[in-house]
């Protein structure tokens, strides 16, 4: 009998792709993790953006098979707040929208930057500047990523860049500041998103393949590796084989007995925790002009309290009542309340005097954001080392230790069977 821990998508797609025997653990008393979806006063709200980037068109159509209906195809309309001007994103191939002095700076930033050897590895402030230059990476990349990952950039790597910012050439960026950009840049341009339901029908979808496997509300406590056995829910449960999704940190904290070599390591694996507002409003005559074509806007400077702020109605029309729109803002900054942010957002145009607002809602995510520093390779390694030879295998965006999306959760689901012996 094998054991998964965590009903997420992927420890759902591990189940529905298991050929033996198995369980599904579940702490809470729904499945989907991060990406479960909340219905609330006629709207519906995920866990912040949670989108398929599926570029397998064999994971599209298992997902369409699943949920029974054919997801919209959507082409991305996403841009940047900066200076109360609306640009479209990336930055780095938008230049013309700048001032001219910011256009300068940028300009002779990308022409006189340090010719250096760019590796994996590099501390990302000087990845930024080596690659951009030093007035992109002052306008946009330093102040943006500052505020997503809240930690200290030259601790963090630019191993997780790839395939998340674009790069265009030096030409390219140079000239977008004289014309507008043709060209899409960015591996989620296009995307893929359910009619109706929010990214739970996803979820859904598999758990009605695998549900009789399931056991919600049963919290893993203990896990016992030499023994090949697990206390969950207050009952102990022996494995063949263990698949954890859960965060990895908590995959080593709930294991006994570890070697010294391995608990001296869980202090490496760091992270980010990110507060999802959801706020569901009523429109008296028409969606805020900031907000209109937009999926989502990226907010870097530093008098903004989130980072990002989407639209979920502009991407489904089923996500809110007529005459309503729903949001989400993203913030790492857990003081961030509903009285500070209402204000900030009506100083922007995002909600106005006249706006009814229907829903509010606050979903913490203690995970959101795994930091790629300079240890975690050779952590990840030597972890993965001891855990795979006791018949542990650690798996998804979290089990992983990465930055990953959807589509990625369900092809290491598939994969993993090839790789357990």
């Not at 739970?200 to 393949?209: A, S």
């Not at 925790?273 to 900031?290: A, F, M, Q, S, V």
Request: proline share 4%; hydrophobic share 35%; with cysteine.
């Amino acid at each position: 009998m094998n054991i998964i821990i965590g009903a997420g998508i992927t420890g759902l797609s591990c189940g529905y792709f298991s050929k033996e025997p198995y369980i599904i653990f579940e702490k809470e008393n729904t499945v989907g993790g991060l990406c479960k979806s909340v219905k609330e006063n006629g709207f519906t709200f995920d866990c912040s953006g949670h989108f398929l980037h599926i570029k397998n068109i064999k994971i599209k159509n298992l997902t369409e098979k699943l949920l029974g209906q054919k997801l919209l195809k959507i082409k991305r309309k996403s841009a940047i707040l900066f200076k109360d001007k609306v640009i479209p994103f990336p930055f780095q191939t938008n230049l013309c929208y700048l001032d001219e002095k910011e256009k300068k700076e940028c300009i002779e930033g990308i022409r006189n930057r340090k010719n250096i050897k760019i590796y994996n590895d590099m501390p990302f402030a000087e990845w930024a500047e080596t690659t951009f230059g030093k007035g992109i990476t002052k306008y946009f990349m330093r102040p943006y990523n500052q505020k997503l990952w809240n930690c200290n950039l030259k601790q963090l790597t630019a191993a997780w860049t790839a395939p998340f910012v674009p790069k265009p050439s030096v030409k390219e960026i140079e000239q977008s500041a004289y014309k507008k950009a043709k060209k899409e840049y960015g591996y989620n341009g296009i995307f893929y998103y359910p009619k109706s339901g929010g990214c739970q029908t996803i979820v859904n979808g598999f758990y009605k393949k695998v549900k009789n496997n399931v056991f919600l509300n049963t919290k893993t406590e203990k896990i016992d590796f030499k023994n090949k056995r697990i206390l969950a829910g207050g009952k102990y449960y022996f494995y063949d084989k263990l698949i954890s999704t859960q965060p990895l940190r908590e995959l080593l904290l709930q294991t006994e007995n570890l070697p010294k070599n391995i608990s001296s390591l869980i202090k490496n694996l760091e992270y980010t925790t990110t507060r999802c507002i959801n706020i569901g409003i009523k429109y008296r005559k028409d969606l805020p002009e900031i907000l209109k074509n937009i999926h989502w806007l990226y907010v870097p400077e530093k008098k903004y309290p989130f980072y990002r702020v989407g639209v979920y109605s502009n991407i489904s029309p089923f996500a809110a009542p007529k005459k309503c729109f729903g949001l989400y803002i993203e913030t790492t900054d857990l003081n961030c309340n509903r009285e500070n942010l209402i204000t900030v957002l009506k100083e922007t145009g995002i909600i106005r005097d006249d706006d009814r607002i229907l829903s509010f809602n606050t979903i913490d995510m203690k995970y959101a954001y795994v930091i790629y520093n300079k240890e975690r390779n050779a952590t990840l390694k030597a972890i993965n080392k001891f855990l795979n030879e006791n018949n542990i295998f650690s798996i998804g965006r979290y089990g992983g230790w990465e930055y990953s999306f959807m589509e990625r959760n369900i092809i290491d689901a598939k994969n993993i069977y090839g790789n357990i012996k």
